[in-house]
């Protein structure tokens, strides 16, 4: 039977609207500060090296096929889209690891009044140390 939503009992349009309006209310921008942005990025950075485990496993498996497997691999990650994924990559490493050091300190209560000087800080050696090390992978060529 198919059911449209003009077909729906009025409890189920209600139950839909507000499971919307509390999805697009999660990601409001207006009145966030620096704690909601640095619990976003630590959930999908860290969702992110979860699946790049998977993908890093899944290019490992390469090796088992033979020397031809790897190389092609091997001439795939040297793409510019290969290079900008990694610089992704890099980002969520280094940023996961410092918010996390930053939530660590936190926790035993040290700069807990410099929590938006310690998020910002974080963020932007972030930058600095991907900015750094895709250069480093271009160098390399």
Do not use: C, K
Request: glycine content about 10%; overall charge positive.
């Amino acid at each position: 039977m198919d059911r449209t939503l003009s077909s729906l009992p009025v409890s189920e349009h209600v139950a839909r609207a507000s499971w919307w309006r509390r999805a697009a209310a999660w990601v409001d921008l207006h009145g966030r500060r620096e704690g909601w942005l640095a619990f976003i990025l630590m959930r999908v950075t860290g969702i992110g090296l979860v699946f790049y485990l998977f993908l890093h496993l899944t290019v490992l498996s390469t090796l088992a096929r033979g020397r031809q497997a790897w190389d092609a691999f091997i001439a795939l990650a040297r793409s510019p889209l290969f290079v900008a994924f990694d610089a992704v990559l890099i980002f969520g490493m280094v940023y996961h690891g410092l918010n996390g050091l930053r939530v660590i300190l936190l926790g035993l209560g040290v700069g807990s009044r410099r929590q938006t000087v310690l998020f910002w800080g974080a963020f932007v050696l972030s930058i600095v140390l991907t900015a750094v090390a895709v250069r480093m992978i271009l160098m390399m060529g």
